[in-house]
């Protein structure tokens, strides 16, 4: 390394010199490692995406990760994100962010078709647009298997927000989760409740309402409306981490509540709810447990409403962005008996 020996004495940083001098060396001692550090020095070079797009990605790593998180499987993929396109086509088109991980499709093409014909519509849609990804939990063909579809249409300007849909194959389930952000205002995590809002709450209320009339009210279940709502904190999109967004679960009901509350009334006439005005939620953990259990979601004819609300979403008039995970499996969740 020359005169550049001595930064390895020191606990500083090292130059840009001894830094290539340093890595060559390394090369030739270790030839072997050379892919390693190729891989290592591409993702330091990254800067992960800022402002409106950094947003949608981190709700939309969020929905992936809890999907994986619902189906028992480990969310160490979503660390291996990396942009698709160039910097300056990602600040302008919304991309997917299952557009970003790496192609993991592991199953035969005619299981892919058994899971399209089971969840229709899901081909011949533009592949930039829409990605897709098959994640398989250990236990072979019986096992748990997830179905990942990530659509995004528009630009990054008219997105606004990001959903959620679980679909369990076993418990014929549904659970829908709308994001809505929380932004710090006077160092409170605080969301803003606006005209937008309270469309999407209708909307999801006439849902639920749907939903409540078609129940057949067969299988058990803590909560049998899809509709929930999870208040997040704005937090920078980080590129290596499987951490999801801090956050508060709420049903439809419970988030409307405490909208209509006294509490959420601000000094001007509007409404907002900061993060300390929420007694009781569901955290991550909670929420992901009992999604994978079958206690969340809808039942019987319900169902078949809502997958077609979902179906009718998917379409190029649907809303900006929406990540659907399919949870198939013919090993019973943890709520049930086995039957011998």
Not at 23 to 47: A, I
Not at 77 to 94: D, I
Not at 187 to 205: F, I, K, P, S
Not at 284 to 313: E, H, M, P, Q
């Amino acid at each position: 390394m020359g005169a550049s020996r001595r930064f390895l004495q020191d606990d500083g940083r090292m130059s840009e010199v001894a830094d290539q001098r340093l890595l060559e060396c390394v090369r030739q001692l270790r030839p072997e490692l050379e892919s390693t550090l190729s891989g290592l020095e591409q993702s330091l070079g990254m800067h992960p995406p800022t402002g409106a797009v950094g947003e949608k990605l981190n709700l939309e790593k969020d929905a992936v990760g809890i999907l994986l998180e619902a189906a028992g499987m480990e969310r160490d993929v979503v660390e291996s994100w990396q942009s698709p396109v160039a910097s300056e086509v990602l600040e302008t088109r919304s991309i997917p962010f299952l557009a970003g991980l790496p192609d993991l499709r592991q199953i035969e093409d005619q299981q892919i078709v058994h899971d399209y014909h089971r969840f229709p519509g899901m081909t011949g849609l533009d592949a930039i647009e829409v990605g897709w990804r098959i994640y398989r939990r250990s236990g072979g063909p019986t096992g748990h298997r997830l179905f990942v579809y990530n659509a995004n249409r528009h630009n990054v300007e008219t997105v606004t927000g990001v959903d959620m849909i679980y679909v369990n194959e076993f418990t014929g389930g549904v659970t829908t989760v709308q994001y809505k952000r929380m932004r710090k205002e006077a160092d409170l995590w605080t969301y803003r409740y606006d005209a937008t809002a309270e469309r999407e709450l209708e909307r999801m209320a006439m849902v639920d309402k749907e939903c409540e009339q078609l129940d057949d009210g067969l299988d058990p279940r803590l909560v049998t409306a899809p509709s929930m709502v999870k208040l997040c904190r704005n937090v920078p999109f980080v590129m290596s981490s499987t951490a999801l967004i801090p956050g508060m679960y709420l049903t439809r009901p419970h988030f409307k509540a405490l909208i209509d509350s006294p509490l959420a009334r601000g000094t001007r006439g509007g409404r907002r709810l900061r993060e300390g005005d929420v007694p009781r939620y569901l955290n991550n953990t909670t929420f992901a447990t009992l999604l994978k259990d079958g206690w969340l979601g809808t039942r019987g004819a319900s169902s078949d409403y809502v997958i077609d609300l979902i179906l009718r979403a998917l379409s190029p008039d649907g809303p900006g962005s929406v990540a659907v995970g399919l949870h198939g499996s013919s090993i019973a969740p943890g709520n049930r008996r086995s039957p011998w």
